[in-house]
């Protein structure tokens, strides 16, 4: 399977707990998106992440929430003191390098957060 | 800043009848707009995409026509199935940036 793999596809915390959550993209491609889909709503933008850079951090929360993309290994998006409002499916998507970057985006089947 | 309003679901069909969900976009320049499907407990998978004005992206019997006189990117289908129930998302891309999405519309068809 060649697309983007995410996991754990779902994860229970209690609250003040940790969650990581872990996404590999298509192979080949350097650009990493999440984003955050809250019950009957859209998804909202959190990070853009290049390999060991975070490009763009705006949908981010400030504070217990951390995202990175290692040279080596999978993009993690980190939620430390977990509550009941982070419940939510995550969505990682990747693309490829900008020059050949049409604005599409391939989706993981997404991780569900459940906080207790 | 940019954005993407689409109509408001759930849209209720019965089996072979027409389909509109209606989206219209607000951005600087000139961006690429995509409708992304996401069937229940699944990620989003790209149905199809329009790059410029008056392209139209086709995919699996569905379709929809950038329209920058009117902003408008609405996704049509002649005859739905019940295998089409999915929830639908608008999103545009502009300068290189992330995709910014419609919050969905849920389509329910029933036989």
């Known amino acids: 399977n060649a697309g983007v793999m995410q996991n754990p596809r779902h994860l229970v915390r209690r609250r003040g707990q940790e969650a990581r959550l872990r996404c590999s993209p298509v192979k080949g491609h350097s650009h990493v998106y999440w984003y955050r889909q809250l019950p009957e709503e859209g998804l909202k933008f959190m990070v853009y992440?290049?390999?060991?850079?975070?490009?763009?951090e705006s949908g981010m929360p400030k504070e217990r929430f951390s995202a990175e993309f290692p040279k080596e290994g999978p993009s993690i998006l980190r939620i430390q003191q977990v509550v009941r409002g982070d419940s939510a499916a995550y969505f990682c998507?990747?693309?490829?390098?900008?020059?050949?970057?049409?604005?599409?985006?391939?989706f993981g089947e997404g991780s569900r957060l459940t906080v207790l | 800043g940019d954005s993407v309003t689409q109509m408001e679901g759930p849209v209720t069909l019965s089996e072979e009848a027409f389909l509109t969900i209606n989206c219209t976009y607000t951005a600087t320049g000139y961006p690429s707009l995509f409708w992304y499907v996401q069937y229940p407990g699944e990620g989003l998978q790209l149905l199809l995409k329009?790059?410029?004005?008056?392209d139209k992206g086709s995919n699996k019997g569905f379709e929809a026509t950038y329209r920058k006189e009117t902003t408008s990117f609405h996704l049509e289908k002649g005859s739905v199935q019940v295998s089409d129930s999915a929830v639908y998302f608008c999103?545009?891309?502009?300068?290189?940036?992330?995709?910014?999405f419609g919050k969905g519309t849920r389509l329910s068809v029933i036989a």
């Open positions: 998507a990747s693309s490829p390098g900008t020059g050949a970057n049409t604005g599409e985006l391939f």
């Open positions: 992440l290049q390999k060991e850079n975070i490009i763009d």
């Open positions: 999103a545009l891309s502009a300068r290189n940036t992330p995709l910014v």
């Open positions: 329009a790059t410029k004005a008056d």
